[in-house]
């Protein structure tokens, strides 16, 4: 049997000290043919454990539904890193920021009006215990105790950042202890009193997490933990990127140097991200300053030493030589680029006006007011309101009272501009002559609060509309989750304006990465052969998707793109280079 210990200052396996050098890579971000070439990219650069979250929301995407299959198969993830030598730590949550939507907390919690995310909240007790009741015998085998990978799991994350509830913690963590796990359990949390304070408890060894100042992050970490192993749990060696914002991109020399400053302190690490991989379809996430939303692009790229595409870049061997210094490192393989294909232009000739296409997407709800997706069980995608406005009426200002996250306004069909979630842009006004008139509001869901005070961001209308102060009742609401596409009829493409489906296909011969561009495009989705390759936006810095080859098949192919405003071009183009922006450092 071999467990992970700490022994005053170090940790202690098969009855010597070790130090823990790790990489996060995520199963979840990552299609699962790729899982043993980054893993063994990760050990080739000296490293020997490797790290991973647990998305709660994909692996129970319904109350009591559970989903451990394809990319979701995490004991697969972790056989696979034990065949290749790796140690595992497994980060299981319930909560895991990581910028993935609602911190990896499915949206169904926000179906309950009184819900109270990470405390010791009842129903959401009742709701961690399931989702442990499922993960964790799944788990519990492959520990190291057991003969298995897996040395190490985290009790939540970053939780003094959010909260201080012990008994909560102490509920985590008895949790799964009763459920057989025997490894080492830690925290993780900035090096901040309050952070370390109320993030942990006191039989938990504490890590904290930094990108930078190495020194005085770890004697922060020492005045609440005078003895035990120094840790990083998170070295943040790159940054996310948000929609509008500037690519984020750091030194690779500077960030080696605060790398050897770590492991010159005599201190273990885990390397956030070594490979991020993709937000693929509705899961990147959010931050909300409580002055701006802002939600975070498809690529989980990071800065990282692989890239997106699973590429060493120059920190991947700008590391490596740091590491040589302090482990040995093995023989490096053949680390040439995975081949990139150019496919070249898609036309697509097909077309489906998202209005004459509503019931075939959505079965429709009357409500006496607006109500969140998270009300009429629907957890990702976009929601439609729709009610009569009667006439006439002069100017008047249109109020949508807490909208998450973006709504188009449509008059009798007829598009009138949009609300955001960030009041950028001058109150929409709406005029109607005499009669009837029939008001559409179309809003996207664009990623929930992973992080922070604000992460009840139930999506759609969450409080009522009005225009100037008269509220607005009955409503039909047509929830589009957009996850089944197959009922839609197709026509030929005549060049709309307005939200709509646009279908094309090509042959591929070889299988290979590619990148996808939609110049002349606006915003929306992108759906290869029914797989959702995530959200698009024009105002950058991201200008293309990740295509992984697995993802493409031999011979005909279909690719779907739904656009919000109306493309200016029919076609798209497949590159064999991305495009994430020019770069910056982070804000």
Not at 429 to 453: Q, S
Request: charged share 20%; proline share 8%; with cysteine.
């Amino acid at each position: 049997m071999s467990i992970l210990t700490t022994r005053q200052n170090t940790f202690w396996m098969n009855g010597r000290s070790t130090r823990i050098l790790a990489g996060a890579i995520h199963y979840f971000r990552v299609v699962p043919e790729y899982w043993k070439d980054r893993l063994t990219k990760l050990a080739a650069c000296g490293l020997n454990t490797v790290e991973t979250y647990v998305p709660w929301n994909l692996h129970e995407p319904r109350p009591g539904s559970f989903r451990f299959d394809g990319m979701l198969d995490i004991a697969r993830y972790v056989t696979t890193a034990a065949e290749l030598g790796l140690r595992v730590i497994i980060r299981p949550g319930p909560y895991i920021c990581a910028e993935w939507d609602l911190g990896g907390l499915p949206p169904w919690l926000l179906s309950d009006p009184a819900m109270r995310l990470r405390c010791s909240y009842p129903p959401y007790l009742a709701a961690v215990d399931r989702y442990f009741d499922a993960l964790l015998p799944l788990l519990a085998p492959l520990q190291s105790s057991r003969g298995g990978p897996i040395i190490a799991m985290q009790v939540e994350n970053e939780y003094g950042s959010y909260g201080n509830d012990k008994e909560y913690m102490r509920h985590l963590e008895q949790g799964m202890r009763r459920r057989g796990i025997d490894v080492l359990l830690f925290t993780s949390d900035g090096a901040s009193d309050a952070a370390l304070q109320g993030g942990t408890l006191p039989n938990l060894l504490k890590t904290t997490n930094f990108g930078a100042n190495p020194k005085e992050r770890f004697a922060k970490l020492r005045e609440h933990q005078p003895e035990g192993p120094l840790m990083c749990g998170e070295f943040w060696n790159g940054w996310f990127d948000v929609w509008g914002k500037t690519h984020h991109h750091r030194d690779a020399k500077e960030a080696a140097e605060a790398l050897d400053t770590i492991l010159a302190e005599g201190a273990s690490v885990s390397l956030y991200m070594f490979h991020g991989g993709t937000n693929f379809g509705w899961m990147s996430g959010a931050n909300d300053t409580g002055k701006e939303y802002l939600p975070d692009v498809t690529s989980y790229d990071y800065g990282a030493p692989l890239n997106e595409a699973g590429d060493p870049t120059e920190m991947y061997h700008a590391f490596r030589q740091v590491i040589g210094k302090y482990a040995p490192l093995p023989d490096l393989p053949a680390l040439a680029p995975a081949p990139k294909q150019a496919y070249g232009p898609v036309e697509m000739v097909e077309e489906a006006p998202l209005f004459d296409t509503l019931s075939q997407l959505s079965v429709p709800v009357d409500r006496i007011s607006p109500e969140p997706m998270e009300m009429l069980g629907q957890s990702h995608g976009l929601i439609l309101y729709r009610t009569v406005v009667t006439g006439p009426r002069e100017p008047q200002t249109l109020a949508l009272q807490e909208v998450h996250d973006r709504a188009q306004v449509f008059v009798n069909g007829e598009y009138q501009g949009f609300v955001d979630r960030n009041p950028t842009q001058d109150p929409l006004t709406l005029a109607f002559a005499p009669g009837n008139h029939r008001l559409d509001l179309l809003v996207e869901n664009m990623g929930r609060v992973n992080y922070g005070p604000r992460m009840c961001d139930r999506k759609g209308i969450t409080e009522g509309v009005r225009l100037d102060t008269q509220f607005l009742f009955h409503w039909t609401i047509f929830p589009l989750p957009l996850d089944d596409l197959s009922r839609v009829q197709w026509r030929t493409r005549t060049g709309l304006a307005g939200p709509a489906f646009y279908r094309g296909r090509f042959v591929v011969d070889r299988p290979a990465d590619t990148f996808l561009a939609l110049p002349g495009w606006t915003k929306g989705v992108c759906l290869l052969n029914g797989f959702n390759l995530g959200r698009y936006w024009d105002i950058g810095p991201q200008r293309t998707l990740h295509v992984p080859a697995p993802l493409l098949r031999l011979g005909d192919n279909e690719l779907v793109v739904f656009e919000l405003h109306g493309s200016r071009s029919p076609r798209v183009e497949f590159r064999n280079s991305p495009d994430l922006g020019e770069p910056g450092r982070p804000e």
